[in-house]
């Protein structure tokens, strides 16, 4: 099965700098990877995703970039505001019907 | 668009005592369910998924069981609750291919 590793666990920056999370995946048939973020006492929420055919993808502070070769993606937000401050967790996923995690980032912004 | 509804909440329930949350679903048909543990500070843990009416799979042998009676209904029990059982219950609808959403999860505390 897919085997997902993200790094750092935990990552402090300051308000106004840019925060980079990056993941490994396994499994070469893996073809769709989202980000969540999860706020204290919430379910996670969809941020951004990218398909295996696309190498970058930008909304606004957010982006995500992937390389199919090296089976790594990461999520870069830029200029950092104190309401970024949560957990973040990435996922690789197939047509199958499973789909797997990373064991979560959990950022701090530091005002 | 598909929204997730689960409940209740929160729940503190002794050791020992019975346990049913419930999941339901909406603006989706014949989904893939999940059910999701996490620990306090820690990442996702896949308990059960569901691609069918009364078609269940296990992640991980424990203590619960699942059952989806309906296309859009998808239930975690369990007949005697242990201590390890407290933590962050999400449940996850996947439509067919695309990206995941999360209710908003139910913090149980087993006393």
């Known amino acids: 099965g897919e085997n997902v590793e993200q790094h750092p666990s935990t990552l402090s920056v300051q308000e106004g700098d840019s925060a980079v999370i990056k993941c490994t995946y396994s499994?070469?048939?893996?073809?769709?990877f989202p980000w969540y973020k999860q706020e204290l006492g919430k379910g996670p929420q969809l941020i951004i995703d990218?398909?295996?055919?696309?190498g970058e993808k930008k909304d606004q502070r957010i982006a995500v970039t992937l390389n199919k070769t090296a089976k790594h993606f990461s999520l870069h937000i830029t200029e950092t505001q104190p309401e970024d401050s949560a957990v973040y967790f990435c996922?690789?996923?197939?047509?199958?019907?499973?789909?797997?995690f990373g064991t979560g980032t959990s950022l701090t912004v530091i005002p | 668009s598909q929204t997730i509804h689960q409940w209740p909440a929160t729940l503190v329930q002794p050791v020992g005592s019975p346990l049913s949350l419930e999941c339901t679903v909406e603006?989706?048909?014949?989904?893939?369910l999940y059910w999701y543990r996490q620990a306090a500070g820690r990442g996702l843990q896949l308990l059960f998924y569901?691609?069918?009416?009364?078609?269940i799979s296990s992640e991980v042998p424990q203590n619960l069981s699942a059952s989806r009676p309906q296309d859009r209904q998808f239930i975690l029990s369990s007949k005697k609750l242990l201590l390890s059982d407290s933590g962050f219950y999400l449940c996850?609808?996947?439509?067919?291919?695309?990206?995941?959403?999360f209710g908003q999860g139910t913090r149980l505390t087993v006393v």
């Open positions: 996922a690789a996923m197939n047509t199958g019907n499973q789909f797997y």
């Open positions: 499994d070469s048939a893996s073809n769709y």
């Open positions: 990218i398909r295996s055919n696309v």
């Open positions: 603006g989706t048909s014949n989904p893939n």
């Open positions: 569901s691609v069918g009416i009364g078609q």
């Open positions: 996850a609808l996947r439509p067919q291919y695309t990206e995941a959403f």
